[in-house]
Every structure is written in structure tokens, then in C-alpha cells.
């Protein structure tokens, strides 16, 4: 009788953490939106990271600092290109990330340069053109970072100085099976 009791107390956990993870998982759906395997590739920046690019630009000028956008939505073929550089093709090794493979795929990454007082677009990121003592490069991720978005600069093992990002905690995994951010603003 005491290993039958056992039995049945141990069924009843397993069957606690089963609908406490199935719970999570249905929080979770309420932020994320599901298109399917065979879900279009946005063309463009999802709303939020627009808006919070153009705020981004906006209070980096505020303190004297001109932040360029070089790249932001980018196409599957365009992130081919990118990652056979420093490979296939001259240059250095840009990315790692192949097409389909990069948040900039799902419009919701961009990379930035800024521009000098010569207003000319420089990757300098010791330059300090508001002569603050600070370099202007991580002035703006730190910006950056106060919006919500991820800065490349901050990863260990590849250092991605132009780029950020907003994840809305989806793995690229889960972008790739067809899930999207829903139009919801992400907490900071």
C-alpha cells in the first residue's frame, strides 16, 4: 500500500509541473504572436524598434551626437551577402550570422555608425565629437540600452559594435518556426 501511495503522490506532482508549464507557456502567447511555419518576413522595423530608433536618434542629438542608421530591416539575401565577406568574398568578417539567422531578418535589429562634424559617416568608436571626454559610440548603446534594445558590444565572443537589437525574448529559433512580437511596447 505505502509504494501505491507513493505512486499516485508522484503522479500528482508530475501532473502539477505539466499544467504549471503549460500555464507559463499560455502568459507567454499573450506577448508573442504565432504566423506559422510559413510565415512572410517583415519588410520593415517592427513598430517598436522604429519608434525606438527614432527616439534613439533623437536623444543622441540631444547631447551633440549625430547617430547614422546604416542598416535595419535586412533581406535573406542581403544577410548572405554580409556573411560571405571575410569568407567568399573580401573584407572582414562582418557577421556570423547567416540569412534567416539574424534579428535583422525579423526587422527587429539595426546597426548604426555616426557622423562627424565633417559629416562624414564614421565606425571611429573612440571619437568624442561632443567633446564630452566620453566616446560618443557607447554614449549612444548606452541610450540604446535605456530603450530596450541589446548592444552587440556587450557579447563575449564576438563584438558587434554597430549593432542592437530587440529580441522580445524570441530565439531566433523561434522566429525561424514562424513566431512574431506582438504590437505590445516590451517592459525595459
Known amino acids: 500500500m505505502k509504494g501505491f501511495n507513493t505512486l499516485i503522490t508522484w503522479?500528482?506532482?508530475?501532473?502539477?509541473?505539466?499544467t504549471l508549464f503549460f500555464l507559463y507557456n499560455q502568459l507567454e502567447d499573450d506577448r508573442h504572436?504565432?504566423?506559422?511555419?510559413?510565415?512572410p518576413l517583415p519588410s520593415e522595423l517592427h513598430p517598436i524598434v522604429e519608434d525606438r530608433k527614432n527616439i534613439l536618434i533623437e536623444e543622441a542629438?540631444?547631447?551633440?551626437?549625430?547617430?547614422?542608421?546604416?542598416e535595419g530591416n535586412r533581406s535573406i539575401e542581403r544577410q548572405n551577402q554580409l556573411y560571405e565577406q571575410g569568407r567568399s568574398k573580401e573584407g572582414n568578417i562582418v557577421t556570423h550570422a547567416r540569412g534567416g539567422e539574424s534579428y535583422h531578418n525579423y526587422g527587429l535589429a539595426i546597426d548604426y555608425a555616426l557622423r562627424n562634424e565633417a559629416g562624414e559617416i564614421i565606425w571611429d568608436?573612440?571619437?568624442?565629437?561632443?567633446?564630452?571626454g566620453q566616446p560618443d559610440w557607447f554614449e549612444v548603446a548606452d541610450i540604446a540600452k535605456d530603450l530596450g534594445f541589446e548592444?552587440?558590444?556587450d557579447w563575449r565572443n564576438f563584438k558587434?559594435?554597430?549593432?542592437?537589437?530587440?529580441?522580445f525574448d524570441l530565439s531566433i529559433r523561434q522566429l525561424q518556426k514562424?513566431?512574431?512580437p506582438s504590437e505590445a511596447i516590451p517592459e525595459s
Do not use: C, K, S
Request: aromatic content about 18%; cysteine-free.
Open 61 to 70: 542629438a540631444a547631447i551633440n551626437i549625430d547617430v547614422f542608421i546604416t
Open 151 to 153: 548592444w552587440g558590444g
Open 160 to 167: 558587434d559594435y554597430p549593432h542592437l537589437q530587440m529580441t
Open 125 to 132: 568608436i573612440h571619437y568624442d565629437g561632443n567633446h564630452n
Open 11 to 18: 503522479m500528482f506532482i508530475i501532473l502539477f509541473v505539466i
Open 33 to 39: 504572436v504565432y504566423l506559422g511555419e510559413d510565415a
Open 178 to 180: 514562424g513566431f512574431r
